[in-house]
């Protein structure tokens, strides 16, 4: 979601930052734009891609070492030129780019109104950037100081960044909710929404933190303070992340990439946590909190979209493995319901990114409440992982496609971890069961390999179902939180109508939309209820609904009945979803591909949801 990157040195500012908006790409967006200051300002827009944007700036004259860029993705006004940012103060001379929602934004614009401010767009940001210039001109004050008292007066999240053009040494970027990270190199200056823009450049970056502003200058120094103008000493800190795992290392799309990459991302997952021949297993940011998590009341599990999904398989692993109660529930919905949380309650937050605002959210009311918060996060240094008491980070490297797929299955191996911990120190399943399951997790990344090796026919069973509208995905137990992700894949990116439901309820609705036209993934893997799941698709065969189904190898009865079958290798249950999700990844990715999709950029979506 929103973009920003702005950079200030001795270089040429234009091809850094528009290299940077690219890199930003992957956030989602509907346009994009540029301001570079050199002795004037120049700001161009567009709607659309980045693409566009570079188009519209070919052959204009853009030198100049200081200047902003953003990416835009729509909140307040419809994705067209006039909304994209910059957005320019009245006077000329404010120039600001923003992420994040200003939710007082209507009566600061009527209060500007009455003062004479007039405005072109239908955005929150041009509120803000004449905000900050009546300040600056009503009290005679710097850039940074305006923008200080400014951010006093609103309320919303943000990060923002902002040049002024009579003091045009400097570049201020304010945080609130949403990310912005600064990049420290020799002698030049980065500010961004992620690391990504920056790493070509410097390893060493400082996270603003909490309603912190900070003011990088050209000659490589930088203040920050907060919003009660107190002084911030953030510290540098050193990133491992390597241009070329931002990169498509010859893969058509980044999502066909990060499939591929799982037989490694799930064994990075584990490394240094699991030796099965050994018999241990440990995940050392529960090392601290041993014992509370250990004698944990309840586990509540938060999370957005695609995480949601693992916290839900999560559910299934705590409750059967370590015989903890376990709930889920959406970020969004838990912080505001007033939910009840005790002090022995262990709360874990889900995020790829670390970042999505409702999660984040979530966590703070929880942590007020004086409930541990563990967060399983993938993005190193992001605010929820910072915001957390423990963790475990999921270390999938960069995750760049929108629809998330190596960060889910790296979500599930730490999950999987950490009930087969807790149940063996709890006492609850056997050593024998234990050793297994941690042998049984060890494969996986050997058995996953076996699965994309199926590449050629999950190709061709998307090609004889590509043109279908609507679509259904049945599991059971383990199964039933796949069936809702294979779904949520197909619909992200081939925008084929898709519901996830638990096989039994089939008959509970759906099945009122089945006919010939109707493809019906049915992920049937589970060694329990079996003869169940054959039952439901008898019902389906019996309305002419065509099977799709995942079988583990050596199954005979189902596909028998299925018009196609994909074939798993056999697994213990509670580790089946590490498996069974592999296929409908491949086959959401083949089909979108096939209906001339974005895949990596799905309309509408954005992969960092950083506004609620
Ligand atoms: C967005 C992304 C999804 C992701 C969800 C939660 O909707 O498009 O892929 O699952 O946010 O994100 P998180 O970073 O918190 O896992």
Known sequence: MCGIVAYIGKKEASPIIMEGLKRLEYRGYDSAGISIYNGDVKTYKKQGKVLELEKLIEGKDLSGS?????????????????????????????????NGIIENYASLKSALQELGYTFESETDTEVLVNLIEEVQKSKGLLIEEATRQALNMVVGAYAIVLFDSKDPEKIVGAKNSSPLVCGVGESEMFLASDATPIVKYTDKV?????????????????????????????????????????????????????????????????????????????????????????????IILTACGTSWHAALIAEYLFEELARIPTEVEYASEFRYRNPIIRQDDFIIALSQSGETA??????????????????????????????????????????????????????LTVLSLMAIILGYERGVITQGYYRQLLTELESIPRKVEKILQNDDHIKYIASEIKDAN???????????????????????????????????????????????????????????????????????????????????????????????????????????????????????????????????????????????
């Open 358 to 411: 409702d999660t984040l959210a979530a966590i703070k009311l929880a942590k007020q409440k004086g409930a541990l918060i563990y967060g399983i996060v993938n993005v190193v240094g992001s605010s929820i992982a910072r915001e957390t008491h423990a963790g475990s980070y999921t270390h999938a490297g960069p995750e760049i496609g929108v629809a998330s797929t190596k960060a889910f299955t790296s979500q």
């Open 470 to 612: 609507n679509s259904l995905y049945l599991g059971r137990g383990y199964n039933f939180p796949i069936a809702l992700e294979g779904a949520l894949k197909l619909k992200e990116i081939s925008y084929i109508h898709a519901e996830g439901y638990p096989a039994a309820e089939m008959k509970h609705g759906p099945i009122a939309l089945i006919d010939m036209h109707m493809p019906i993934v049915v992920i049937a893997t589970n060694k329990r209820n079996y003869e169940k799941v054959v039952s439901n698709i008898e019902e389906v065969k019996a309305r002419k609904g065509i099977i799709i189904a995942i079988v583990s190898e050596g199954d005979t009865e189902i596909k028998k009945l299925a018009d196609f079958a994909i074939e798993i290798p056999n697994v213990e249950d509670p580790l089946t979803p590490l498996l069974s999700v592999i296929p409908l990844q491949m086959l959401a990715y083949h089909i979108a591909v096939m209906r001339g999709c974005n895949v990596d950029q799905p309309r509408n979506l954005a992969k960092s949801v950083t506004v609620e």
């Open 66 to 98: 200081m200047g902003i860029g953003h990416t835009r993705w729509a909140t307040h006004g419809r994705p067209n030129d006039v909304n994209a940012h910059p957005h320019v103060s009245n006077n000329g001379e404010i120039v600001l780019i923003h």
């Open 206 to 298: 400082i996270y603003i933190e909490e309603d912190e502003i900070i003011t990088i200058n050209k000659n490589g120094s930088y203040s920050i303070v907060n919003l009660d103008n107190e002084v911030s000493a953030n510290p540098i800190k050193h990133i491992d992340l390597k241009l070329e795992t931002i990169e498509k290392a010859g893969f058509e799309h980044y999502m066909l990439k990060e499939i591929y990459q799982q037989p490694i991302t799930i064994a990075e997952s584990m490394r240094g946590r699991i030796n099965a021949a050994e018999g241990w297993a440990r995940l050392g940011g529960m090392d601290q909190y041993t014992k509370r998590i250990k004698q944990a009341e309840r």
